[in-house]
């Protein structure tokens, strides 16, 4: 899609107001057990997604960055902004991925495809921001240090012993959880929205 129509002023209002609907969800959040309390599963990239498969997947971007400087103006941050970093990172990493295999095959296969493949990468990917830029940030911030997370993490689970246990056994299957979930719903949602989404495109 040529990138002057995505960036028209109605589709970037279309991306405001996706943006928007983005940060309500990031409201609803709920824990998992197997992860410590501040990794939450939302469904906030599901708006995200949608639009990034609509428009483009800069737009995609564009999106998420709305979402989350919405979502610092409407909650403030409890992790001195390094939780709004990482959600902005994966986030654009999960829906560039997705958007961009998508708009190579734009089908429900092509779609299938495209949130699979940037499920297992972004999940990937976040093991090395957790572990080189959103945890030592959070433990500069917050006088914190891996003897800390590892104190917390083996209460829910005795099998997490060191950075990497607790990457493989927490981060990990956190990520391809909440990702597997907004994957899903975006499937189910997209065939019934996008008419809508395109043809608000001009």
Known sequence: MNQTRVFSTRNLVLMGMLGALSAVLMLFKFPVPFALGFYTIDFSEVPVLIGAFALSPVAGIIIELIKNLLNLIINGTQTA???????????????FTAATIYRRKPSRNGAVIGLTVATIVMSIASCFINYFITLPVYFVAFGMNWDTIMNMSKAINGSITNPLTF?????????????GLSSLITLLLYKHVSPILKGSIR
């Open 81 to 95: 902004g390094v939780g709004e970093l990482a959600n902005f990172i994966s986030g654009s990493i999960l829906v």
């Open 167 to 179: 990457l493989v056994l927490s981060v990990l299957p956190f990520n391809l959880l909440k990702c």
